[in-house]
């Protein structure tokens, strides 16, 4: 058997993990890590989801246990147009569920965008709906994405950009 070591920490991503194509599996990984590690210095309590549970990652609660949270963290690099966040329309679930975008550049800081489940939801849907219009049956199963375009936009980086805030746990 073999054993990957990866090198990474709270503030820089490690030029060996971005370029070797071995290591892109643990990328999604590496970014639920880094996503705890966030909310757990901030005060927060965050627990890693095995990685057979449907639609969450990481539970995270207050402190005092008063206010939890379901997160769904999508790593990824600007070497794509977005995050896949579905194959098919999202489900709305409540206001305790976000969704932790994580932007990894090599040798920079790390980026995250916090959003509300519903909001990715409905962005997702509205882009796939405008994007699909007039296409052939075969591009209807392209699946939702939540484009660049959107997480560097001043509304997106005002309201969600390291706004941790956002989950409500401290």
């Known amino acids: 058997k073999q054993c990957f070591l990866l ?15 071995k290591y892109s599996g643990f990328i999604g990984i590496a970014g639920e890590y880094f996503v705890a590690a966030e ?3 901030r005060g927060g309590i965050a627990t890693i989801t095995s990685k ?14 008063k206010k939890t949270v379901s997160i769904q963290v ?7 147009g977005g995050f896949i966040v579905g194959k098919e329309e999202m489900r709305l679930f409540g206001p305790n569920i976000f969704y932790v975008f994580v932007l990894l550049k090599e040798g920079a800081e790390i980026g995250y965008w916090i959003i509300p489940q ?7 849907e509205s882009d796939y709906q405008n994007w ?7 591009s209807k199963k392209a ?18 950009y390291n706004n941790w805030s956002i989950l409500g746990l401290w």
């Open 118 to 124: 519903p909001i990715v939801a409905q962005t997702t």
């Open 132 to 138: 699909i219009k007039g296409r052939g049956d075969k």
């Open 74 to 80: 999508k790593t990824g690099r600007l070497t794509t």
């Open 143 to 160: 699946p939702r994405t939540l484009r660049w375009t959107h997480l560097q936009s001043e509304d997106y980086k005002k309201k969600y």
């Open 7 to 21: 090198y990474f920490d709270t503030l820089r991503v490690y030029p060996e993990i971005m370029k070797n194509k």
């Open 52 to 65: 057979n549970t449907p639609d969450i990652d990481i539970l995270a609660s207050s402190a005092d246990g």
């Open 39 to 41: 909310i757990s210095k």
